[in-house]
């Protein structure tokens, strides 16, 4: 089939600073939406598998799965956008469509689904490739569109960083009634923060550090217990409905089990790794508590979500780049030296 | 305040056998009904408890919480039972009946429930003691009434292994249509079974004995799975929504996450000890899946059980022994030497 060439930011290797490459992308077929790309959050998941953190990188590799862009052309089948519309893109661009989980609108668990990079295009017979780059062709079915009264760089970490809790949130029926504890403040945790309150929810942040409270507070926290305070910790037993628990790396959760109100979960969204914690299940059993985990959401659910935020004028709290320093913004995001996420202006490319 | 002395068998140390004692019942409150109590089942719980396995025994200690009897006296304030009804007792006799949990019919997650032996009895000023007795005085909030058509004995397991598996098969709403895998043919293990076959669900046995196989579908399962078996193993991928896991020691819980339904739950009922399972996160992620544990259940619930069980005619498979025997039957229970539970005919103390 015919392709085009598009500019792009990838590595051919785990060691390899990201630099511009030339990539292919395939041609427009009916159900397809060529989009210009705007702006591309920069996610956790992006640094790890550009350095092949989980031993599954195809090289090259193009991050990049929180994508706002303008569409350009259109396949002859396409129904549902135009030449123009401000649409957005997330991790998934494909997926069986045909297993309970698709038809479910639960693409995110399709055995099958097709991630925005480092996924399989069965047009191309090659991996796909992200965001770092000019523009992307997807299927309409995977296209979102963005409500137009929202910052476009704000907008884009919702595709990723928001959704990623926005799912817990609503399977766990997160409502004004509901406590609501978040662990972590990056950009998972302070969408988390701003969505709970925005549900109506009464918000604590779990964080280590005391220096955060004021920002917790302003991103829509009623609390902050400091997690290496056992008093604190011991005065919040039993309180929290949900907590939704964004630490990227290895952790203790029964600390947080002792905090869960009977019935309740904790969800773990942020550690992906191999190592995992040590469960304590007595606490559990006492008080008919979970522990679960959550991937991203569906495209129907990231779409309501797109829709809630437009409606709450909410966006993710940014620090727009521009693509060249993009292997600095990785080092920074090592250090959590970032509020509360990066985001790439495409222009720069 | 005036006591009754009744004859019991417990024991006064860890390493004592049981024997015959003499303990105190305190005298009919207003609420309180006397219990002569014909049958007792045999827990796990009684023997760790005898033991100090865990490391909270007061001694002298009479175990005993499957208990059903005739109801020999009342107070004057009773008014749901009457002298000459057959009632059971659980593993719940008080609980503080203001906190959330006692308001929501939760009972057993109440911070001040007390146990029907270890726990605190305040009239007497003294520990309660257990049904391995001649009687028994309780409040009638927690006094249990049983159907006419149960076989005495045999409804008295349902007290504590029927209860702690009806409450998660209810509380994750197993119905005709789920999918329900049992971890564990043991006391538990096999009401899990009946219960879950009652409710309609297709039910599966993990086990890691291929002789058990029979016993089980008998009991009403619709497969078996041995668990030890990575072929079967990997062809359960994915199928079930909720796994009932009644294993009382410590072992590992990934392998049976990874035969979850998205959006199942391995519920923890089995292992109450000091040791736990490493928990590996990330296929949990991948499938919204949850770990839980659960606790007996509630008065109101365990009436409900027992309701079923009469409609449905459910009772427990049992051997039924003399008090006599309690010491060897410990013995068999740790070899797990019994189908499926043992009950003290207590006309033998």
Chains 1, 2 share one sequence.
Request: glycine residues 10%; negative net charge.
């Amino acid at each position: 089939m015919t392709t085009t060439d598009v500019k792009a930011y990838g590595t051919g290797a785990p060691d390899a600073d990201l630099s511009q490459m030339t990539i292919k992308r395939r041609d427009v077929n009916p159900k397809d939406v060529e989009i210009a790309i705007l702006y591309c959050g920069v996610c956790h998941s992006d640094l790890h598998f550009a350095r092949n953190d989980w031993g599954m990188t195809q090289y090259p590799v193009v991050p990049g799965h929180e994508i706002v862009g303008k569409v350009t052309r259109v396949g002859n089948e396409v129904s549902k956008y135009n030449i123009g519309d401000i649409v957005a893109v997330g991790c998934l661009v494909d997926s069986c469509r045909s297993c309970n989980n698709c038809k479910n609108d639960l693409e995110q668990y399709c055995p099958e689904w097709v991630g925005t990079y480092g996924g399989y295009d069965k047009f191309l017979n090659a991996p796909t490739h992200g965001g770092y780059s000019q523009g992307i062709v997807v299927d309409e079915d995977f296209v979102l569109r963005v409500p137009e009264n929202l910052d476009l760089a704000g907008i884009a970490p919702v595709l990723c960083a928001g959704i990623t809790t926005w799912s817990p949130l609503r399977h766990w029926n997160v409502n004004e009634h509901s406590k609501v504890a978040v662990v972590g403040l990056g950009g998972l945790g302070h969408m988390a923060i701003k969505l709970a309150h925005a549900l109506g929810a009464q918000v604590t942040l779990f964080s280590r550090s005391p220096n955060k409270t004021q920002n917790a507070i302003d991103l829509g926290a009623d609390n902050v217990i400091i997690s290496t305070n056992e008093t604190e910790m011991e005065q919040a037993a039993g309180q929290f409905d949900l907590i939704i628990d964004t630490v990227p790396y290895v952790h203790d959760l029964n600390p947080y089990i002792g905090t869960l109100n009977t019935n309740g979960t904790l969800v773990v969204v942020g550690y992906l790794g191999p190592l995992d914690p040590m469960l304590v299940t007595v606490p559990m059993i006492m008080g008919r508590k979970s522990v679960a985990g959550s991937l991203i959401g569906g495209i129907a659910e990231t779409q309501e979500l797109l829709d809630f935020c437009g409606k709450h004028n909410i966006t993710s709290e940014v620090e727009v780049i521009n693509i060249q320093d993009i292997n600095s913004a990785y080092e920074r995001m090592l250090k959590s030296d970032v509020h509360y996420r990066f985001v790439i202006d495409m222009n720069s490319l």
